[in-house]
């Protein structure tokens, strides 16, 4: 069974940092696609960022680009996202998602979704 687990969201005043992680038991974690992607109240699930099976291809939506960074280890078959500079409006529910595919560009390129982690930010 395949399961992605979130962590490492919380309440950060603005200009703070957190540390997501997501822990993937997919068995071809090392050849999936990554991708981080958020949801505010009332707001549509959009892409935050993404990354090929080697880390070799990075991509970042336009409100998020300085500010965060992906990464990958598959040797332990998890995603981070460091986020940076943080602002009010980041506030959201974060969800890591695999593509087996390897394209990651839009919500229907991923085949399994983690449970989310709450994001918080004070201003």
């Known amino acids: 069974q395949v399961q992605l687990v979130e962590s490492g969201g919380g309440l950060v005043q603005a200009g703070g940092s957190l540390r997501l992680s997501c822990a993937a038991s997919?068995?071809?974690?090392?050849?999936?696609?990554m991708g981080w992607f958020r949801q505010a109240p009332g707001q549509e699930r959009e892409l935050v960022a993404a990354?090929?099976?080697?880390?070799?291809?990075?991509d970042y939506a336009d409100f998020v680009k300085g500010r965060f960074t992906i990464s990958r280890d598959n040797a332990k078959k998890t995603v981070y996202l460091q986020m940076n500079s943080l602002k009010p409006e980041d506030a959201a529910v974060y969800y890591c998602?695999?593509?087996?595919?390897?394209?990651?560009?839009?919500?229907?390129?991923?085949?399994?979704w983690g449970r989310g982690t709450q994001v918080t930010v004070s201003s």
């Open positions: 990354i090929s099976w080697s880390g070799a291809n990075i």
């Open positions: 998602a695999a593509s087996l595919g390897g394209t990651y560009y839009r919500r229907t390129d991923y085949d399994y």
């Open positions: 997919v068995r071809t974690f090392s050849s999936a696609a």
